[in-house]
Nanobody, 124 residues
């Protein structure tokens, strides 16, 4: 079992930056690819970024590519999402997720474990 806890959300002005953290625990973490998803008010949950285990292979949604960076500190069992040049349309609850595979995936159905989410609000 993998347990995930997100942190780092908050209120920021357009153009600002935030760094989200996802602290993971559990015996299967070292075998789990990780992902970030978000869900805005009245919208469906959508893919943001993913990273494979034991590699630096990453994928990003087109809407965030060039602005967001996903990274992992495997020794600390922590995954990060650095968010720069934030826009009002980035406002959402951001969720960390893990799957029982080493391979990254962009779909919500591929993930087995989810955190409770952290709110990101971008004002303009």
């Amino acid at each position: 079992q993998v347990q995930l806890v997100e942190s780092g959300g908050g209120l920021v002005q357009a153009g600002g930056s935030l760094r989200l953290s996802c602290a993971a625990s559990g015996r299967t973490f070292s075998r789990s690819a990780m992902g970030w998803f978000r869900q805005g008010a009245g919208k469906e949950r959508e893919f943001v970024a993913t990273i494979g285990r034991w590699s630096d292979v990453t994928r990003y949604a087109d809407s965030v590519k060039g602005r967001f960076t996903i990274s992992s500190d495997n020794a600390k069992n922590t995954v990060y999402l650095q968010m720069n040049s934030l826009k009002p349309e980035d406002t959402a609850v951001y969720y960390c997720a893990a799957r029982n595979s080493l391979v990254p995936d962009t779909t919500t159905s591929a993930y087995d474990y989810w955190g409770q989410g952290t709110q990101v609000t971008v004002s303009s």
